[in-house]
């Protein structure tokens, strides 16, 4: 079955240290790929997009995410977090109209 | 701003009552999707428009229902709600990109659906 796996529900980390958070699918073709943030009682905010070309993609915020076609996996990263990128982080995964995202991971960050 | 717009922000209603939640998509947008959140389900695809059609179909109850209008704004009706039913309902629209494929969504700040 097609799916979208986050394995970390949680990650903390400290401001400025770096950030990988995990996501992987399960779909036979390549799909279309994305990074969502959302803060408490907001909607979910497009961080960057993977539709093809580069693997490494560049987005908002400083964040960046790379497709790595043999592993199934899009993990999103970002060399210094600062507190504000405290939020709940979901991967999204559409292939041929079907959108799926992930559970979710949340992101603390320490002082 | 995303530019989808929903309506209201907040609802508060009893058990075996009746709601409809609306929503504007961005402008030129002709997919409009809807999706249910709580904490125990996480992010659950409803049902997706397209253009006033029914696209896709997912977790939605037969209790709920949706429609999309010629104007295409979006309404999602609720009825003999339950207290399972409180959630953050969200509603996103997308540009359709050329081959027919779905690009990215775009999220309403979502209505926030408390049942007592």
């Known amino acids: 079955a097609q799916s979208v796996t986050q394995p970390d529900i949680h990650i903390t980390v400290s401001e400025g240290a770096s950030l990988e958070l995990r996501c992987n699918y399960s779909y036979g073709a390549t799909p279309y790929l994305f990074w969502y943030v959302q803060s408490p009682g907001q909607g979910l905010q497009l961080l960057l997009k993977y539709f093809s070309g580069d693997t490494l993609v560049q987005g908002i915020k400083g964040f960046e995410a790379e497709f790595k076609r043999s592993q199934s996996s899009f993990n999103l990263r970002k060399p210094s977090v600062h507190w504000s990128d405290a939020a709940e982080y979901f991967c999204?995964?559409?292939?041929?109209?079907?959108?799926?995202f992930g559970a979710g991971t949340r992101l603390t960050v320490k002082p | 701003d995303s530019g989808v717009t929903q309506t209201p922000k907040h609802l508060i209603t009893a058990t075996g009552q009746r709601v409809t939640l609306r929503c504007s998509p961005r402008s030129g947008d002709l997919s409009v999707y809807w999706y249910q959140q709580s904490l125990d389900q996480g992010l659950q695809f409803l049902i997706q428009y397209y253009n006033g059609e029914e696209r896709a179909k997912g977790n939605i109850l037969e209790r709920f229902s949706a429609q999309q209008f010629p104007d295409l704004h979006s309404e999602l009706n609720l009825s003999s709600l339950e207290l399972g039913d409180s959630a953050l309902y969200f509603c996103?629209?997308?540009?359709?990109?050329?081959?027919?494929?779905?690009?990215?969504?775009?999220f309403g700040e979502g209505s926030r659906l408390t049942v007592l």
């Open positions: 996103a629209s997308s540009v359709q990109l050329a081959g027919g494929n779905t690009g990215e969504l775009f």
């Open positions: 999204a995964v559409n292939n041929n109209n079907d959108m799926r």
